[in-house]
């Protein structure tokens, strides 16, 4: 399978698709922080470049309901939020059969769509329990493996 993981640097989800067999690609403004496959540049220079399956890491800066404060408030621009959203609507309307778009807790849910999933880290083995939403489209929920 041909998979871009965009708005990655570290090269970690990339490297797990590489680990199971299939083409990856991280891609992202900043360099990757561990050698391998990656474009450093804007994701939408390849967007369209035949991938089966893409997995989406869009920044949350703009996006987080825990960072909204600073936006209602009058601290920082709303124009930097709708910039953020059209940028998510560019990646969830991608020619992608396969697409999964992870974000924490975010205004995606209010002003796009709800997602399809809501993970957390103890679902899987981890101490931890940080809510993560999934946005999907071609794909099944994720199995929670170890609670």
Not at 13 to 42: M, N, W
Not at 50 to 56: H, K
Not at 111 to 139: E, N, V
Request: charged share 20%; aromatic share 6%.
């Amino acid at each position: 399978m041909k998979v871009l993981v965009a708005c990655e640097y570290s090269g970690a989800v990339r490297d797990a698709f590489i680990a199971k067999g299939h083409e990856a690609l991280s891609c992202d403004l900043l360099p990757t922080d561990s050698p391998g496959p990656h474009y450093q540049g804007d994701v939408m220079d390849i967007i369209n470049d035949g991938w089966d399956l893409m997995v989406a890491h869009p920044p949350c800066t703009y996006l987080s309901v825990s960072g909204m404060h600073w936006t209602t408030r009058g601290l920082r621009d709303p124009q930097l939020t709708e910039d953020a959203l059209d940028f998510v609507r560019l990646l969830l309307n991608a020619p992608i059969e396969r697409i999964a778009l992870e974000n924490p807790v975010s205004v995606i849910s209010s002003r796009i769509r709800k997602p399809d999933q809501i993970i957390t880290p103890y679902m899987f083995g981890h101490d931890a329990s940080k809510k993560t939403c999934l946005w999907l489209k071609g794909l099944p929920k994720l199995e929670p493996t170890k609670i």
